[in-house]
């Protein structure tokens, strides 16, 4: 009698992107619960309930290959954990500051991770070689606006424009299977210029809503273009 032939067992890259793919899911789900606990803000441990998005990304992104993106996908993601939680606690002096750089540095990691797979420009075709030079005039017009409002802020707020940009550029150039990774680096300048009308010009209805949806599709964008899209 002839026995079965046993089920070949999964190779190990198809496990880990099971994995990464339940545990983005999951990070998913964190945002939003974050994002509908926002009515009740400020509230007892806000900053641990905030960091559990990119606390479960990194943990997807643990999961990744290649080596190199997994370092620098798991840097990006652990100094933006970091710069939400200092955020989150604004009654820390360095707060504001102390996420700035948190988020610079994140932005860097980031930037170090698309480099090598940023098109040069002749081969940036379509929408994307429009969106590159906009982003940065865009910048540039957002930093005049803010620039008297920033007294002592004005180098490091201008530092921390140009990291994002150039993160934002290399997502958009970025050769991948999708323009997810793009459109999450395009809603991180979206995000963050919220916040900056919020500090720098003042209020508006809806802010911490608005700031934090746009963020949390920026992150879940990155990574799912980074690291699901990359599997192999």
Not at 8 to 16: C, D, I, M, N, R
Not at 39 to 53: F, G, N
């Amino acid at each position: 009698m002839r026995r079965p032939t046993p089920e070949p067992k999964p190779q190990p890259y198809a496990e880990a992107r099971d994995q990464a793919q339940r545990l983005w899911f999951i990070a998913g789900a964190a945002a939003l619960a974050y994002g509908v606990s926002l009515r009740d803000a400020p509230y007892p441990d806000q900053a641990a309930a905030k960091v559990l998005m990119c606390a479960l990304l990194v943990l997807a992104a643990a999961r990744h290959t290649p080596m190199r993106e997994r370092r620098w996908l798991c840097a990006a993601l652990t100094a933006c954990a970091i710069g939400d939680a200092l955020l989150a606690l604004p009654q820390l002096p360095l707060s504001f500051i102390g996420g700035l750089a948190a988020f610079g540095l994140a932005h860097l990691a980031y930037s170090a991770l698309l480099w090598p797979l940023a098109s040069p420009w002749r081969a940036v075709t379509g929408w994307r070689r429009a969106a590159l030079p906009l982003l940065w005039l865009v910048a540039l017009a957002l930093y005049a606006w803010f620039f008297p409002h920033l007294g002592d802020l004005a180098l490091p707020v201008a530092a921390y424009m140009a990291a994002l940009c150039l993160m934002a550029s290399l997502a958009v150039a970025a050769r991948l299977p999708s323009a997810v990774a793009a459109f999450g680096g395009l809603a991180f300048v979206a995000s963050d210029t919220m916040i900056g009308i919020e500090r720098f010009i003042g209020p508006f209805a809806g802010s911490a809503y608005a700031i934090w949806a746009s963020y949390a599709v920026a992150q879940l964008a990155l990574s799912r273009g980074i690291l699901l899209s990359r599997q192999r």
